[in-house]
């Protein structure tokens, strides 16, 4: 028996990135997926890839929100695992003397405001089920700041862990678990977007990670398997780091 047989696990950004490896990883592990997405070429593809379902949706529209639970749900009867994990990262200089209202606000529906809509509507299937593994990705920066000058980035993150941490403590009782995923600099599309623009940032990105060296989005999904599963059954509330180091140097 594998550690996740037969869960159904709803990944939102299953496309690329983080979402993609730990749709690869929790199909390894027995899971069904239901790989979210907006990009269709690619999230059909990782579904394709795993024997899943493929839903395109955008994770800061309420009613597709909703409805991408519904198809979960009427496909395969539960929603075990919510890994809520689109995200996005500034598309420009976002300190806080450049960044614009509107760059500011389509950060926070789409880093934040989502989380709160997925949390939101997952959690009736999972009341009624008595438990569930809610898994939301936040950011090492959400508990250390950034050096690299990304305002709304960060605030939208330390959102997401302030919000995974009160449900945590707000549904415990109920057999819901609910953490924050917070990993370090990970090798991943959204990653390499943002260090074309700027090489020198990711130098100085990289001389604060004591491994050495950006994760593999495998070593993230790993961890995300793990609150994902029993394994992790006393572990709620937490931000959950997943980060070489940082926020121990
Ligand atoms: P990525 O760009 O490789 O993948 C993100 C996926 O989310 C893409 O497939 C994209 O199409 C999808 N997406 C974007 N907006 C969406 C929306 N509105 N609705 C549905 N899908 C949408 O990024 P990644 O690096 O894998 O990042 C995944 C998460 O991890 C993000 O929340 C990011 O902030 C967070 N994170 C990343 C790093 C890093 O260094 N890469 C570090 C810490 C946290």
């Given amino acids: 028996m594998q550690r996740l047989q037969d869960r159904v696990a709803v990944i939102t950004g299953a496309g690329s990135g983080i979402g993609l490896a730990t749709a690869q990883r929790f199909a390894q592990e027995g899971a069904k997926i239901v790989a979210v997405d907006l990009d269709e070429v690619a999230g059909a593809k990782v579904a394709d890839e795993v024997g899943g379902l493929f839903v395109r949706a955008d994770v800061a529209d309420e009613d597709d929100v909703v409805r991408m639970y519904q198809t979960a749900f009427d496909t395969y009867g539960s929603i075990d695992v919510a890994f809520n994990n689109a995200g996005i990262s500034p ?3 976002d300190s806080i003397l450049d960044t614009g209202i509107e760059a500011w606000r389509r950060v926070q529906e789409v880093n934040l405001t989502s989380v709160y809509l ?15 593994s809610i898994i939301n990705t936040a950011s090492f920066v959400a508990v250390l700041g950034s050096a690299t000058s990304q305002i709304s980035y960060t605030a939208s993150k330390g ?4 919000m995974s941490r009160e449900l945590g403590v707000q549904f415990a009782r109920e057999g819901i678990r609910v953490n924050a995923l917070c990993p370090g600099p990970v090798d991943t599309p959204l990653l ?6 700027d090489p020198e940032r990711a130098q100085r990105r990289l001389v604060h ?7 593999r989005a495998e070593e993230i999904a790993a961890a995300v398997a793990f609150l994902a599963s029993d394994d992790s059954s ?6 959950f780091l997943v980060d070489g180091g940082i926020s121990g140097a």
Avoid: N, W
């Fill in 118 to 132: 997925c949390c939101k509507h997952v959690l009736p299937y999972m009341r009624r089920q008595g438990k569930g």
């Fill in 209 to 215: 990670v004591p491994i050495g060296r950006f994760a």
């Fill in 159 to 162: 959102g997401v862990l302030a």
């Fill in 91 to 93: 598309p420009e200089d």
């Fill in 192 to 197: 390499r977007e943002l260090f074309a623009k």
């Fill in 234 to 239: 006393f572990i709620t509330a937490s931000e």
